[in-house]
């Protein structure tokens, strides 16, 4: 196994530290500068480790998880692949990402989430947790094999028909009951299909004036609302995907308020655009749930800073260049958002003060890894956690280019923007993945 | 002058739609003259990309062109197989490489012309000929100049004139474009539709809104009914097209409550017996075939004037 010092960081933001690795857990952590090893021992000090990295200034954070991440593979591979994702996660400063279940085959059996979960083995760069679909072929129908997807070596514990809504109440119910049998979680892709029959945009003057079809707030509300209700009456835990408006909020608030076992994710681009980039009629924007209003985007903020929205979830989803290098209504929807998400949620959250790093590491790291019940992931930094870390450098910017993806696709709604801050360096698993910005191969360094 | 494109009628300010209003009026008054032709657009190529099937206002542009002297071509990419996206860019690229100075795109999906003239594909100026549910702003010129000449004897702007915009407004791209060329021309606009055919804030919209077709009519120096499609009752916008045209239908008895001298306008084609009675259709004040003469001119105007025309200005007199 790798040894390995980071020296001069600082976890949380603290004070700065020199964090020693070994055996794939922290082994050691001192006050930068001091002595290495055992203090005890004369010859700590000419301790040699097979990695040395350097984090003078840096932010040391707990490695990020992701509970919503569109892998694409098995079906669509011109858009991104296990490989290429999990390279994309890694740069972006994520340790664990959960694969959406909406791949070609669809991830509902057994075989399915297993070759997905072995892909990521493969990969070896980050934790790839498959989500199992809720109903077969995401059909909305009849459920899938929930068991068999847990019990699986893939170990499924989130459900998510994602990309469709699991719109029946009756199979809505009977799912968040049953995965209660190995304390698994429902992850609703909130809307309403009749509702937003052909809609482009959200619903409101702006789609009137361009004469697009409108994605009414109401139609992911309403859903939130009964699903909250439903998760209350047979006491099991839901979970709310890319919540996108001010109301559904409110209405997430009212159910933990009333002692539901719900959670919440808000995606980074809700976080930061509106509605009225759509103005251009760039289909980059595109994308479900659709980019709201400014007063919805200030709730969200609001609602991860005071919890009511549990987590950041990225909602990556990648598309080939012919999806996006079109009219509007042809547009695939969706945008890629790991390699981004961090640069964001500094800037929205830790740059305005609003929140310290501890917080933040409780929305991308600590919450996402407890909700998808992912072991290993998310550990408070100290000796003795596992080793998946993340080393944030706030000195350095992200500059935003077609060629600084490691995803498979381009289609990023912050082409040619600049963020504060970069990911400098990622540890997985107790050895580096991710050196000064570069992802560097499965294999040991040195 | 205009900009290099015209992709929306919010695009043009008073003093440019005046310009294309009064290049109109002389253009008409040339072609009137029996001299058919102009030789203003003389090798320059203007290319019709119709990706939906309207053949009158292909042929109108078309003559438009024509009587200009340019050189048309016409694309007829309408139907499924075209229906996804590629397909818009790599006709774009085709285009381009024919060296075509103009297009003007007619495409079913909203902002498709707005894509065309910002993406990078072409070079030419772009002309919106109607665009999903979105605009179409040379409806709205010529729907201007016919209200100036009826109204206003063909001079200066549209202030105070009334005008009532009857029908399907949600779906329409000729109500958009009009409500937002009108209120520039300082027109008093209403728009009268059910509650379910009026878009989510329209109560921003430059314009008055009413749900009572009568309670309007008397008022009004125009009645533009907008055409309603009988399949809209699948996505359960009215009951049925008999309680539609009951309610919203402009039939002999309502346009008695027009004043004398009111006109009833309609971009065509006409649905008769469902928002227009076949008695007001055919009636004199109805001037539907006025505005397709119209149309011509006003899209001869626009052409001229995007191509840079009116910097040549002695050619169109020769
Ligand atoms: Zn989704």
């Not at chain 1, 598309?319 to 945008?335: L, V």
Request: charged share 20%; net charge negative; aromatic share 4%.
């Amino acid at each position: 196994m790798t040894s390995m010092i980071i020296r001069g960081v600082q976890p949380y933001g603290e004070a700065a530290q020199d964090v020693e690795i070994s055996d794939g857990v922290i082994a050691r952590i001192s006050p930068a500068g001091s002595p290495t090893g055992s203090p005890a021992s004369a010859a700590a000090s000419q301790k040699v480790f097979d990695v040395e990295l350097d984090a003078a200034g840096c932010v040391l954070l707990p490695g990020l998880v992701d509970l919503h991440t569109h892998l694409r593979e098995p079906g669509r591979e011109d858009s991104e692949t296990i490989a290429t994702g999990s390279r994309a996660a890694a740069k972006g400063g994520f340790t664990c990402v959960h694969a959406m279940a909406n791949t070609a085959p669809v991830a509902d059996t057994a075989g399915v989430v297993e070759q997905v979960w072995r892909r990521g083995v493969d990969a070896d760069l980050v934790d790839v947790r498959p989500v199992g679909a809720v109903t077969v072929g995401l059909q909305g129908a009849q459920l899938a094999e929930l068991g068999a997807m847990a019990s699986s070596a893939a170990q499924v514990r989130v459900f998510s028909d994602d990309g469709l809504c699991v719109h029946d109440p009756l199979l809505m119910r009977r799912a968040l009951e049953y995965v209660k049998a190995f304390d698994g979680v429902v992850a609703q892709h909130a809307q309403d299909p009749r509702l937003t029959e052909g809609a482009q945009m959200n619903e409101g003057e702006l789609s009137g004036r361009l004469g697009l079809a409108g994605w009414p707030a109401v139609a992911e509300e309403a859903i939130i609302a009964r699903d909250v209700l439903l998760a209350e009456h047979v006491d099991s835990r839901l979970h709310v995907c890319h919540v996108s408006t001010a109301g559904s909020v409110e209405v997430v608030r009212w159910a933990k308020a009333r002692g539901i076992r719900v959670t919440a994710e808000a995606t980074p681009h809700h976080l930061l655009l509106t509605e009225e980039l759509v103005a251009s009629f760039d289909p980059i924007y595109k994308v479900n749930p659709p980019l709201r209003r400014e007063e919805d985007v200030m709730a969200l903020r609001e609602a991860v800073i005071d919890g009511t929205i549990d987590i950041i979830a990225t909602d990556h989803a990648p598309h080939p260049r012919e999806d996006k290098d079109c009219e509007w209504a042809a547009a695939a929807m969706g945008m890629i958002g790991l390699e981004t998400a961090l640069p964001i949620a500094a800037q929205v959250f830790i740059e305005s003060g609003r929140m310290d790093w501890r917080q933040l590491c409780e929305r991308m790291s600590v919450t996402p890894a407890r909700i998808g019940r992912v072991a290993d992931q998310g550990a408070v930094i100290e000796v003795g956690a596992p080793a998946n870390l993340v080393v944030w450098d706030p000195a350095q910017t992200t500059v935003v280019t077609p060629a600084m993806f490691e995803s498979k696709s381009a289609n990023s709604p912050y082409l040619d923007r600049t963020f504060a801050g970069a990911v400098r360096h990622v540890v997985f698993r107790g050895r580096p993945t991710v050196v000064d910005g570069q992802v560097v191969s499965g294999e040991v360094a040195s | 002058m205009l900009g290099k494109h015209l992709l929306s009628a919010a695009d043009l300010t008073r003093d440019q739609a005046l310009l294309i209003l009064d290049t109109t009026s002389e253009l008409a008054a040339v072609t009137d003259r029996s001299v058919k032709k102009l030789p203003t657009l003389r090798g320059r190529t203007v290319v019709n990309l119709f990706f939906e099937d309207s053949t009158r206002t292909r042929l109108s542009f078309e003559l438009a062109a024509k009587r200009l002297s340019a050189d048309v071509i016409t694309f007829s990419a309408k139907g499924s197989s075209v229906s996804k996206g590629e397909s818009l860019k790599d006709t774009a690229l085709t285009l381009e490489a024919m060296g075509a100075d103009a297009v003007i795109i007619r495409h079913g999906a909203s902002g498709a012309p707005e894509r065309l003239a910002t993406a990078g594909w072409i070079d030419g100026a772009v002309l919106n000929a109607g665009d999903g549910t979105h605009e179409h702003p040379t409806q709205a010129l010529l729907d201007a100049y016919t209200l100036r000449r009826h109204t206003r004897d063909g001079q200066g702007d549209l202030s105070g004139v009334r005008v009532v915009i009857v029908g399907d407004v949600l779906h329409s791209r000729v109500a958009r474009s009009n409500v937002l060329l009108l209120q520039t021309l300082g027109a008093d606009v209403t728009l009268v539709a059910p509650p379910t055919l009026l878009p989510v804030g329209v109560e921003n919209w430059p314009c008055k809104v009413s749900y009572h077709l009568d309670d309007v009519l008397p008022d009004a120096d125009a009645v533009m009914m907008l055409r309603v499609q009988a399949e809209r009752m699948a996505g359960a916008y009215f009951p049925s097209t008999l309680e539609y045209s009951r309610m919203y239908g402009l039939d002999a008895r309502r346009m008695a409550l027009m004043s004398p001298d009111a006109i009833v306008m309609h971009p065509g084609p006409m649905n008769r017996g469902l928002e227009i009675s076949a008695d007001v259709a055919d009636a004199d004040r109805a001037v539907v075939v006025e505005q397709v003469a119209n149309g011509v001119n006003v899209r001869m105007a626009c052409l001229y004037l995007l191509l840079g025309g009116a910097s040549s200005e002695g050619d169109g007199s020769q």
